[in-house]
């Protein structure tokens, strides 16, 4: 397994320093889906779902974009098919974050690559690439604790949205997305080590923010593709070695 | 009981895109340029996620006097001189804390 010290990264350290390690670093992450969990749990009592119901998305589900979307179409519109068209829609990024992980995770048993998929959100995602950034190996405790810990928080606050009800506070106003902004920025930033990744980023700063200023089409996904060409595209011409 | 059946297809949908690419049905490999591709999903991706936050409010673009904008330029200049997660993360926070305690209490007076 490569974790050379010679290409500067950390020297590696024991499953349980990884296991805390990763408690730590999806700690923020965790604190600012609090608000967007007991939203979830609110919302699906609102729009008339049982407390099993909704405690069931967050459990099953667990995708905060989705479980709001799927709750929006419901109430719109109550069409079934665009209940699944939406969720596979905002879910399409989570295969990329799939084959990203593909050549660490292949290796491992059934059971560990499932329990990897089903704790793989965006949040994970993030973490985990910080993890190999530092470490230059795919650790699967690291990737589970961080995974676990976040769907325990995620479903603890579905747990307290559904107990409050209808009456949730204005938690938008306390900017609690600020926090996972800052978690994100602290993760990408250290990773701009090549002229690519500059440009992939900078373009995908300024396609995220055009596509979201004039509200076109789904400027999250829009946006990262957006970015990833450009990164593709400046490796290629370039002539940046590949990995 | 029939929405537990559609909470239940909805997990089958999000774990099918986690799960897709880690299935070993086929044994392929990922072909090179692909590889050169996917190695900007974290930085694209991820910054798609934070630039609105910090650059858009309402759909407006955030200007210099926004808690989000300066703090979100506070945690990136952090992230340029400290090669560590976390006293990033602290110091964007802690800046975003203070700045919405000041532009709170200005409204306030």
């Known amino acids: ?170 938690l938008q106003h306390y900017g609690f997305e600020f926090a996972i902004a800052a978690t994100f920025i602290a993760i990408v930033i250290p990773q701009v080590k090549s002229v690519s990744v500059l440009v992939s980023v900078t373009t995908a700063v300024i396609a995220s923010v055009l596509l979201t200023l004039f509200e076109v089409g789904e400027p999250l996904m829009g946006a990262s593709l957006i970015g990833m060409l450009s990164g593709y595209a400046t490796s290629k011409l370039l002539g940046e070695p590949i990995v | 009981m029939t929405f537990i059946f559609y909470v239940v297809l909805m997990a089958a949908i999000t774990f099918t895109c986690r799960y897709f690419f880690f299935a070993n049905v086929v044994n392929y490999s990922l072909h090179p340029e692909i590889k050169r591709l996917l190695k900007f999903t974290a930085p694209a991706v991820l910054t798609a996620m934070w630039a609105p936050i910090i650059f858009v409010t309402d759909s407006h673009l955030n200007t210099i006097g926004n808690a989000y904008f300066i703090s979100g330029i506070i945690t990136i200049l952090a992230a340029i001189l400290i090669p560590r997660t976390l006293p990033v993360i602290v110091i964007g926070l802690v800046s975003f804390g203070v700045l919405r305690f000041f532009t709170e209490a200005t409204l306030i007076l």
């Open chain 1, 1 to 170: 397994m490569d974790q050379g010290f010679n290409r500067g990264y950390l020297p590696a350290r024991s499953t349980a320093a990884y296991q805390k390690e990763a408690i730590i670093d999806i700690f923020p992450l965790s604190l600012a889906v609090i608000p967007w969990g007991i939203l979830c749990g609110s919302l699906a009592i609102e729009f008339g779902l049982t407390a099993i119901e909704s405690q069931l998305m967050s459990l099953l589900v667990f995708a905060g974009a989705v479980q709001l979307a799927s709750l929006g179409v419901i109430a719109m519109s109550g069409l079934v098919p665009s209940l699944f068209s939406t969720t596979f829609i905002i879910s399409s990024r989570h295969l990329l974050y799939s084959a990203v992980f593909r050549e660490d995770v292949r290796k491992l048993p059934t059971a560990w690559r499932m329990i990897i998929a089903f704790f793989l959100t965006d949040e994970m995602f993030a973490v985990v690439m910080a993890f190999k950034a530092r470490y230059g190996f795919f650790s699967k405790h690291y990737a589970l604790v961080a995974g676990f810990t976040f769907y325990v928080v995620w479903n603890i606050a579905t747990f307290v949205g559904i107990y409050i009800g209808g009456s949730i506070p204005d």
